[in-house]
Structures are given as C-alpha cells and as structure tokens.
T-cell receptor, first 114, second 112 residues
Framework: DAGVIQSPRHEVTEMGQEVTLRCKPISGHNSLFWYRQTMMRGLELLIYFNNNVPIDDSGMPEDRFSAKMPNASFSTLKIQPSEPRDSAVYFC????????????FGEGSRLTVL | GENVEQHPSTLSVQEGDSAVIKCTYS??????FPWYKQELGKGPQLIID?????GEKKDQRIAVTLNKTAKHFSLHITETQPEDSAVYFCAAPLYNFNKFYFGSGTKLNVKP
C-alpha cells in the first residue's frame, strides 16, 4: 500500500489567498484525521471523520478553516482567507476504528503564508 | 479534554546508553497509549503501544511501561543508536480510540 498521500508537500502563498490541502487515506481505513503541527502548539487535532462524516471539528481554529470528505478516498482542508499565523505543517492521518487505534500519518503539507 | 504532558522536551544521550521519556495523562478512562517517532520531514509513525490491561510491553530495544493508578506511562529505549535520533510523541485517547491528544514531543539526540 502507498500509505497516506498528501498534496502539496510544500505551499507558499500570500496572506488572503485560498489554500486547499488534499489527502488520500489508506484504502480500507474508515477514520481520517487532520492535524496541525507548530513549534509552539505541537500536534493539534483539527477535525476527524468517521465513515466520511465529520465527527468532531472542535479543533478547527476559525471559520476560515473548513474540511470535507466527499468519499472514502479523498479529503480536503481549506483555509480561506489564509493568514501568516496559519503557517504550519498539516498532517492527514487515517485508521480503522475497529482496529488497534494506530494512526497512519502522511508526510505532511508544509504551508507558509507570507 | 485529555491533558497529556511529556518530559523531557530534549534528551541527549551517548550511543549505547538508555533513554527514558515520560508522559502523564488526565482522563482515567483512557485505555490505549501509543508512542510515535517522527523523523525529520516525515509524519509520525507508531513504534509501540500498550493497553491498560498490561503494565509493560517490549519490542526488541524499546519498551513501554504503564502505571494506571498514577496515570503515567514511559518509553524506554535501550542500547541507543544514532538512528534513534528523532522526535518522540506519546498520545492518549479521549473517550474512544478516535480522538487522540499528543504530548508536546521529546527531541532525542543520540551522540555517536
């Protein structure tokens, strides 16, 4: 299996622009998570989906952030409009709720907002 | 929510020595405790985990111990090697397996 695939790996954009991060989870996994990693705040859970349904989005920082999972093999995290404080590495992870609880992380999308 | 605290934030050891990283958690209902290793430029990867029905689990040079009464668990790496250098995270779930809270991470440096 190719693992969790994220794109883009790096994105540099200007403040006010829309940013869309993409994730393809591991086939057969029914849970998907978006995490944000910064030096100051560590790994923060933004939102997670179970069977394509958003279960908990309490970690989404503001209305500027939105996430969708239209099908079992694709999810997006969108920031509109972006701000410099959104600069971070965004990770997508997938897992099976019926399994051990192990999360499989992608390699992350490094976002820089100027 | 769950409060997971991890210590130390940095740890430097000589190759061959042991390293110990400790975490405490707040939710007494938590019953699954994983440890993840993150190498530079990559996502975290599970290296070992433990469930609340056991007190210790070993996998070659790594082990995890759990004290449910005190609500803390530790990662032990013996005979450290330079390739063990990475950031290590503990985690604990809230309510169920799905919502994991991560510790702040420990940067381990193994000096050759």
């Amino acid at each position: 299996d190719a693992g969790v695939i994220q794109s883009p790996r790096h994105e540099v954009t200007e403040m006010g622009q829309e940013v869309t991060l993409r994730c393809k989870p591991i086939s057969g996994h029914n849970s998907l998570f978006w995490y944000r990693q910064t030096m100051m705040r560590g790994l923060e859970l933004l939102i997670y989906f179970n069977n394509n349904v958003p279960i908990d989005d309490s970690g989404m920082p503001e209305d500027r952030f939105s996430a969708k999972m239209p099908n079992a093999s694709f999810s997006t995290l969108k920031i509109q409009p972006s701000e410099p404080r959104d600069s971070a590495v965004y990770f997508c992870a997938s897992g099976k709720t019926s399994d051990t609880g192990e999360l499989f992380f992608g390699e992350g999308s490094r976002l820089t907002v100027l | 929510g769950e409060n997971v605290e991890q210590h130390p934030s940095t740890l430097s050891v000589q190759e061959g020595d042991s390293a110990v990283i400790k975490c405490t958690y707040s939710d007494s209902a938590s019953n699954y405790f994983p440890w993840y290793k993150q190498e530079l430029g990559k996502g975290p990867q599970l290296i070992i985990d433990i469930r609340s029905n056991v007190g210790e689990k070993k996998d070659q040079r790594i082990a995890v111990t759990l004290n449910k009464t005190a609500k803390h668990f530790s990662l032990h790496i013996t005979e450290t090697q330079p390739e063990d250098s990475a950031v290590y995270f503990c985690a604990a779930p809230l309510y169920n397996f799905n919502k994991f809270y991560f510790g702040s991470g420990t940067k381990l440096n193994v000096k050759p």
